[in-house]
C-alpha cells in the first residue's frame, strides 16, 4: 500500500544548529500535510501544515516545504532549541474523492535530539 | 489553541476486564474523531474513524467487538477495550478533527497497562 516515509530515523544537532527533518511520501492524492512533535509519553502536537497548492509555509521558527514533484515534504526548525528534543512524525490526508479521505497516514518518525 | 483531552491518562487492568478511554475536544466541536494505538518507537497507527451519531469506521485488522466506540456527542468519543489482554497493552491516542479547520488535534493519550 501507499505510505509516508523519512529518509532519517536519528538527527543530532546542536543547540542553535537549523535542523531539517525530510519526509517522502508516495499517496499522489494526498493534497494535505502536517507535522507533529511528540514528546516521550505524550500525544503528538500540531506544529505546522500545508496544503498542496502551496510550496512552502512559514512558521515561528519553523518552514514546511512541499515538493510534489518529487513527493518530498521537508521541516525546518530555525536555532533549534534543547526543548525541540522529540520524534517528529509527518503526515499526509487524501482530498476529497480519494479512498481514504480524511484519515491520517503518519511517516515512520524521525528522533531528533538537540545537544545544548 | 484547540485542547483534545483523554481520560485516564494511564491504566492498568486484569486480563478479561473491560476499559473504557474518554476523548473529548474542550473548546470546538468535533464531528470526527480518531483512535489510534502506538506501541514503542514506533508510529501511530489508525485504529478506526468516530463519527457523531452513526457507528465508527474500522480499519483493516482491527476487530470491531474488541474495540467499541462510541461517539455520543460533538466532543466525546469513546474506545472500550473489551476482554483485554495482555498483547492489547499499548498507548491509545484520540484526535477531534476540528469541523471548521479540518485540522486534527490530538488528545494527550492514554497507557493501557494489562496483566
Known amino acids: 500500500g501507499e505510505s509516508v516515509g523519512l529518509h532519517l530515523p536519528t538527527l543530532s544537532v546542536q543547540e542553535g544548529d537549523n535542523s531539517i527533518i525530510n519526509c517522502a511520501y508516495s499517496?499522489?492524492?494526498?493534497?494535505?500535510f502536517i507535522w507533529y512533535k511528540q514528546e516521550s509519553g505524550k500525544g503528538p502536537q500540531f506544529i505546522i501544515d500545508?496544503?498542496?497548492?502551496?510550496d512552502k509555509r512559514q512558521g515561528q521558527r519553523v518552514t514546511v516545504l512541499l515538493n510534489k514533484t518529487v513527493k518530498h515534504l521537508s521541516l525546518q526548525i530555525a536555532a533549534t532549541q534543547p526543548g525541540d528534543s522529540a520524534v517528529y512524525f509527518c503526515?499526509?490526508?487524501?482530498?476529497?474523492?480519494?479512498?481514504?479521505?480524511?484519515?491520517?497516514?503518519f511517516g515512520q518518525g524521525t528522533i531528533l535530539t538537540v545537544h545544548p | 489553541g484547540a485542547v483534545v483531552s483523554q481520560h485516564p491518562s494511564w491504566v492498568i487492568c486484569k486480563s478479561g476486564t473491560s476499559v473504557k478511554i474518554e476523548c473529548r475536544s474542550l473548546?470546538?466541536?468535533?464531528?470526527?474523531m480518531f483512535w489510534y494505538r502506538q506501541f514503542p518507537k514506533q508510529s501511530l497507527m489508525l485504529m478506526a474513524t468516530?463519527?457523531?451519531?452513526?457507528?465508527?469506521?474500522?480499519e483493516q485488522g482491527v476487530e470491531k467487538d474488541k474495540f467499541l466506540i462510541n461517539h455520543a456527542s460533538l466532543t466525546l468519543s469513546t474506545l472500550t477495550v473489551t476482554s483485554a489482554h495482555p498483547e492489547d497493552s499499548s498507548f491509545y491516542i484520540c484526535?477531534?478533527?476540528?469541523?471548521?479547520?479540518?485540522?486534527?488535534?490530538f488528545g494527550p493519550g492514554t497507557r493501557l497497562t494489562v496483566l
Open positions: 484526535s477531534a478533527e476540528d469541523s471548521f479547520t479540518d485540522t486534527q488535534y
Open positions: 499517496n499522489s492524492a494526498s493534497d494535505y
Open positions: 500545508i496544503r498542496s497548492n502551496m
Open positions: 503526515a499526509e490526508k487524501e482530498g476529497t474523492g480519494g479512498t481514504s479521505y480524511g484519515k491520517l497516514t
Open positions: 473548546d470546538f466541536q468535533a464531528t470526527t
Open positions: 468516530s463519527n457523531e451519531g452513526s457507528k465508527a469506521t474500522y
